[in-house]
């Protein structure tokens, strides 16, 4: 971790920075802003477990996913633009507060957001796309500040200020229209797709902006250590159901160690990929690989949320039975591993037979951890089962797959 080149808090131009720049990493402010995605993150995966262990599946799903959306896109834009332009000024870390003071406000609009989608009438998104627009306008005056100053980028970073400010009043208009369901999912979904071209049309002009490559594959993993930790605290509030009804038993035993080999797995698997040194040599590449990722961070705050339904069903609070529990577990790590193994092979361009084996692997060892809970084994067997499916992918790369790994990194950094 490294602080800002520059140190003093006086207003300074904010002028591009060099993305070749020698030990560039997250500052205490990045950190900072960082923990606010914890406490929207386990909103969200609260939220979504109550519905889940109510059985309304498609409502869950609904919602988390825009919230997702909501939470992992304003962060994404802001790292790469302090990426590029950070210059630690004062103007810098207020607009910075302002962007947490948002990404609080979406989390205490979730509970209406989900309870509203559940209903299925209309969508009470106001408070939340209130704090959405709060971090946007933060980031439309960090946009227009490196325009005033950054003279080469000026049309890149008028064009992300413009089009952002456009998508805004789009947002900003349905809470007032208050549309139908099914009319606020398609407005929704036309706005999002604007949002996510935003960069695509803006980095194509005056080449784009100088973001470091390093510096935002570290971003991008320490939001997904900081995800990981809903895994964590689901993994603990399963084991405390199982001792309130048990106490300290051999089933308290698995499910504990089980979450805990899931996160660490996942977290394992995560950092295999060699995101830094890919995105140093090809930066056009960088569009596919941010994007997915809120399909990971997605699925890595779902498997949380699993585990929270999971903690409900060992507790007797549940309304579906053990199989689709975990399944609300076990989904998640699939998508998180599909999305991996696809990230994966578009950064480095390349397809790999022995990848695809550890995949089927993966996805084997979920298979049987469902059907072994569907035969009547204890939720915990379930789980240690599934954490079995990161573990399979580990010990497959830490064996054969890293020389696989080392000989594609050298065809695509040649």
Do not use: K
């Not at 998508?167 to 369901?181: K, M, N, R």
């Not at 009319?183 to 194509?204: C, G, S, Y």
């Not at 507790?315 to 699939?334: D, F, K, N, Q, R």
């Not at 049987?368 to 954490?387: D, P």
Request: charged fraction near 10%; charge should be negative.
């Amino acid at each position: 971790m490294t602080t800002s080149a520059n140190t003093g808090h006086r207003l300074r131009r904010m002028a591009g920075r060099d993305p070749g720049e020698a030990h560039r990493g997250a500052t205490p402010l990045e950190l900072l802003y960082d923990l606010t995605l914890v406490v929207a993150f386990s909103q969200a995966g609260t939220q979504m477990a109550h519905l889940l262990e109510l059985g309304h599946y498609a409502p869950a799903i609904g919602a988390f996913s825009l919230a997702v959306f909501a939470i992992s896109w304003a962060w994404i834009n802001y790292s790469w633009l302090a990426s590029a332009f950070d210059n630690n000024d004062a103007f810098f870390r207020v607009a910075t507060m302002v962007q947490m003071v948002g990404v609080l406000v979406i989390a205490l609009g979730l509970p209406q957001l989900f309870h509203s989608i559940d209903e299925g009438l209309h969508v009470d998104n106001g408070v939340v796309v209130a704090g959405y627009v709060i971090m946007r306008l933060s980031t439309i005056a960090l946009w227009l500040r490196a325009a005033r100053h950054d003279p080469a980028r000026r049309r890149c970073a008028l064009t992300y200020a413009v089009l952002l400010a456009v998508a805004q009043a789009g947002w900003i208009v349905q809470i007032f229209i208050d549309p139908p369901l099914a009319t606020t999912a398609v407005l929704a979904l036309a706005l999002v797709v604007l949002e996510m071209a935003v960069p695509v049309v803006a980095e194509r002009i005056d080449g784009g902006t100088p973001w470091h490559p390093h510096h935002i594959a570290e971003r991008y993993g320490l939001l997904v250590i900081i995800t990981l930790g809903e895994v964590v605290l689901g993994t603990i509030l399963a084991v405390s159901a199982v001792v309130e009804e048990q106490g300290w038993s051999v089933e308290a035993g698995l499910v504990a160690f089980g979450g805990t080999a899931l996160a660490f797995g996942l977290w394992w698997v995560y950092f295999t990929m060699p995101s830094g040194d890919v995105l140093a040599r090809h930066r056009e590449r960088a569009f596919v690989w941010g994007y997915g990722h809120m399909v990971i961070f997605g699925s890595l705050a779902a498997t949380g949320a699993g585990l929270h339904v999971a903690a409900q069903t060992i507790g007797g609070e549940a309304h579906i039975g053990p199989t689709a529990a975990l399944l609300t577990v076990v989904v998640p790590v699939a998508v998180f591993t599909v999305a991996l193994f696809v990230l994966y092979t578009l950064l480095l361009r390349q397809f790999d037979a022995f990848h695809v084996l550890l995949f089927v692997v993966a996805m084997l060892a979920l298979g049987v951890a469902v059907v072994a809970v569907a035969a009547g084994a204890s939720m915990g067997v379930g789980i240690v089962v599934a954490a079995g499916a990161p573990v399979a992918v580990i010990v497959g790369f830490e064996t054969v797959g890293h020389r696989h790994q080392s000989a594609a990194l050298e065809r695509a950094l040649s």
